[in-house]
């Protein structure tokens, strides 16, 4: 029988809740025998290649290319998991939704005290996928199934919860596993 | 005062003292209803409504409701559970609460709460409000994006250090944590060692460089559910 799909992907985020996975340590061995990994950044496959039953997501959606890697994988997995705080609540990138956007922008790339940019240029290169108005979490954006917090979370909380849906049973986290820090 | 009101909370007979709130004769009973605004000590608020019980059917605030006499008292069912649940998910997204960075996170109560309900994340829509951070005393600091306006540090600054360095000013929605003073908090006469200070259940008003003393896995609510010391101290008792 074919070993079920894992998908993961590191949207608004800084890839602590991708070194938190690694963390857990030679139970990577266990998670590897049970699964394939799909999409990841560990194997770097651009697009989901086969129906996932766990798609991983680290981040929020802070620009339009995050919302449609979102929906691409909301598409090609059976269960959708929010990992650390930048997926549940949009984490620091969303300090930016405290200021207007166009206030952000001009500090960052005009006013702010150690820019040097005579030309006075904006982020204007077509490639760029353009920034949303502010950072959405996951589940402002598609349905998740469920949400790991934790800033990052636990290599036990990924554990446990990769265990719980890979054995086909509800993610029930215990006192000590879930924490917003 | 002796303890001769008897009445029940989900069917385990408490006796309690006449003028006793709800919220009390549960405490000295080793039964912890949950609670933010409620501080031991200070005059009842009301305002965060977390310690809903229903009282002979009708729901009321345990904090504030004073016991009777053959009171059928409702606290942990399913229906309750869920409205508290509601109220700090509610109040996550009502204000802008960094826990990844914050000083008091491990200490918060309204952290803990989400914690002892198994909160992963508020199903409401996040509402980012503007809010100020007043850094103009030299040790106190006021966080407005964390305050969840439960009037705690108000009453303490009136009762306990008989001051009245806040007050709440607007209403409704627009109701925010206000100074007695024209400008800020380094106008008034605040001082370190007011009692109102610690009296924050949440990160909103805090001592300046003192953040991050204790190491994560030691602070209180990291093994212990916000609840257990009430919970353990009867038991204890008995
Ligand atoms: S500053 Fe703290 S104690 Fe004062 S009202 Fe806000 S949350 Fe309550
Ligand atoms: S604790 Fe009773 S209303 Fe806040």
Redesign the interface.
Known sequence: MAKPRIATTSLAGCFGCHMSLLDIDDRILQVAELVDFDRSPIVDFKRITARCAIGLIEGGCCNEENVEVLRHFRKNCDVLV?VG?CA?????P??R??VPLEECLREAYLEGPTVHNPERRMPDDKELPLLLD?VY?C??VVKID????G?PPSADTIFRALVALLSGKQVD?P??L???? | MANDISFTIDGVEVAAAPGQTIIEAAEAAGIYIPRLCHKPGLEPFGGCRVCTVKSNGRPCSACTQPVAPGMVVENDTEELRALRRDLVELLFVEGNHFCMFCEKSGHCELQALAYRFGIAAPRFDYTWPARQVDMSHPDILVDHNRCILCGRCVRTSRQVDGKNVFQFVGRGHEKRLAVNAEADLGATDAAVTDAAVGACPVGALLKKRIGFATPVGRRPYDERPIGTDIETAAARKE
């Open positions: 929010s705080d549940t609540m949009g984490g620091i969303a300090l939704n405290l502010k979490c589940h402002e469920y949400h790991l917090p800033c986290l006192y000590g879930i924490k917003f820090d």
